[in-house]
């Protein structure tokens, strides 16, 4: 079906979250910072999955729209995760993931707003 391709990447990126957050122990900024990357991590795959349902095209494209920001946001944490020295050589790969299904999301976007638009009339 169209779309199983990126809905498999987002659960396999949320599923590395989750590998890689067990892993972690630490104090509550650390503790903080995991629930703020799975909840995003598992929201931009969920969201996706609501926008494979989307009652129109206008709804997919917002549905799209929320996913991508999720991706964002696990993206920042992250990058926090890394910058506040508490990543492991996991987090790498889910960075470059991230990224790599930022760009997807974005283009998917980008092309339904296109179909979204009137086509002039010939």
Same mark, same amino acid.
């Given at each position: ?39 995003? @991590?598992?929201?931009? *795959?969920?969201?996706? /999955? !609501?926008?494979? &349902?989307?009652?129109?095209? +206008? #709804? ?20 926090? @995760?890394?910058?506040? *020295?508490?990543?492991? /050589? !996991?987090?790498? &790969?889910?960075?470059?993931? +991230? #990224? ?20 002039? @009339?010939?």
């Amino acid at each position: 079906m169209k779309g199983d391709n990126i809905a498999a990447r987002l659960r396999a990126f949320a599923a590395g979250v989750f590998r890689i957050c067990r892993d972690l122990g630490g104090d509550s900024s650390t503790k903080h910072i995991v629930r703020q990357l799975v909840r995003s @991590a598992t929201g931009g *795959g969920a969201n996706y /999955e !609501e926008a494979r &349902g989307a009652e129109s095209r +206008a #709804d997919f494209v917002h549905k799209l729209g929320i996913a991508n920001k999720e991706i964002r946001e696990a993206l920042y944490w992250l990058q926090l @995760a890394c910058d506040a *020295g508490i990543a492991n /050589e !996991e987090f790498g &790969g889910l960075i470059q993931e +991230a #990224d790599e299904l930022i760009a997807i999301l974005t283009a998917s976007i980008r092309t339904a707003k296109g179909r979204l638009e009137p086509q002039p @009339a010939e």
